[in-house]
């Protein structure tokens, strides 16, 4: 009976041990998070970083704006097709896009399925 009573207290004993463990690590886990949520500093407006920044043009970043810059460069319109063969985008994303941006009113449809810049 000593023996089993002597073990359960040594069992107690880890798990009190491994809970703390796992409490420290909650808690650095919380605290990376915080700093990883922070928002970014403002950079400061002035000279470029260096020579190659100020060479790199930004590409698009979304597929909204990859297709509102293509409708943009096109003075009589552009079809669905065609965009899709610029922007090997699916169909379902075309018009996703398309929807959004005429709704926002950055485009219009000249004639059905042909669109320009508004």
């Known amino acids: 009976m000593k023996k089993l009573k002597r073990d359960l207290?040594?069992?107690?004993?880890?798990?009190?041990?491994?809970?703390?463990?796992?409490?420290?690590?909650?808690?650095?886990?919380?605290?990376?998070?915080?700093?990883?949520s922070a928002p970014n500093r403002p950079v400061k407006a002035g000279k470029p970083a260096?020579?190659?920044?100020?060479?790199?043009?930004?590409?698009?970043?979304?597929?909204?704006?990859?297709?509102?810059?293509?409708?943009?460069?096109?003075?009589?319109?552009i079809d669905t097709a065609a965009l899709k063969s610029k922007t090997d985008l699916d169909t379902k994303t075309i018009r996703n896009v398309i929807f959004r941006l005429k709704k926002q009113g950055k485009i219009q449809s000249t004639t059905r399925g042909v669109y320009m810049a508004a």
Do not use: F, H, M, W
């Open 9 to 36: 207290q040594s069992v107690i004993n880890s798990l009190k041990a491994l809970t703390e463990r796992t409490e420290k690590i909650a808690k650095r886990l919380d605290a990376a998070e915080k700093v990883k």
């Open 50 to 77: 260096g020579k190659s920044a100020a060479r790199k043009k930004k590409a698009p970043a979304t597929a909204t704006d990859t297709v509102l810059s293509i409708i943009k460069r096109q003075k009589k319109g």
